[in-house]
């Protein structure tokens, strides 16, 4: 397949790619367009038709990602599952897939102090309604009994995303655990402490 050939969807990965690997090893500040166009051996026109701006690329980089999650989330809960298994469920997709991009999201985390006010809360308005989905499916399930009350529904979700958030801080792709026995783990360990045995003195 020719450059000119590929794909849309192709190009903008290779160029995603490029960013990330530039912007880990030197910075967002440090990294210019022009290398980041070099390193994706694309024109720079090629770049600016899928990106706008530098801004928008450091943007991308984990927008691409929670982009992802909210269509699986949105998927998970139009189940309709117990509450059990739908936590289970959130939690797994979480797990998994912050691993698989864990250094994009380690490079976004440590830059997006750069990102301009509108950006910075399109970010915060699509990690709210994650936050808020998860916070649901845990009231839900106290609501009917299925899970005790031992511990708020604002603490169960803090739990989850305090771990999923630190993730790429120390996940290694050639680690012990495998993603998926990380999220089997977590998910045990928040189901066990929201079990309705757990809530009884």
């Keep these: 397949m020719t450059l000119a050939a590929e794909p849309a969807a192709g190009l903008r990965t290779r160029i995603l790619d490029a960013a990330v690997d530039l912007f880990a090893r030197q910075g967002y500040e440090g990294t210019s367009v022009a290398q980041v166009v070099a390193a994706a051996g694309v024109a720079k026109g090629g770049f600016y038709h899928h990106f706008p701006s530098k801004q928008d690329l450091l943007y991308e980089v984990y927008g691409d990602l929670i982009t992802r999650q909210l269509d699986a989330m949105d998927a998970i809960v139009a189940r309709r599952l117990p509450a ?3 936590l289970r469920l959130l939690i797994d997709d979480l797990v998994c897939s912050t691993a698989a991009s864990a250094r994009q999201a380690l490079v976004f985390w440590r830059e997006m102090h750069v990102l301009e006010d509108d950006r910075a809360e399109q970010y915060r308005r ?3 309604r ?3 989905t998860l916070r649901r499916v845990v009231r839900t399930g106290q609501a009917n ?5 031992v511990a708020s529904a604002d603490v169960v979700t803090f739990t989850v995303f305090g771990m999923v958030n630190e993730l790429p801080r120390w996940y290694r792709p050639n680690g012990r655990k495998r993603p998926a026995q990380l999220a089997t783990e977590l998910a045990d360990l928040v189901l066990a402490g929201l ?3 757990a809530g009884r003195d």
């Design 130 to 132: 994650y936050h808020d």
């Design 145 to 149: 009994g299925e899970f005790a009350t």
């Design 195 to 197: 079990s309705p045995a």
């Design 84 to 86: 059990a298994q739908t």
């Design 126 to 128: 699509a990690r709210r």
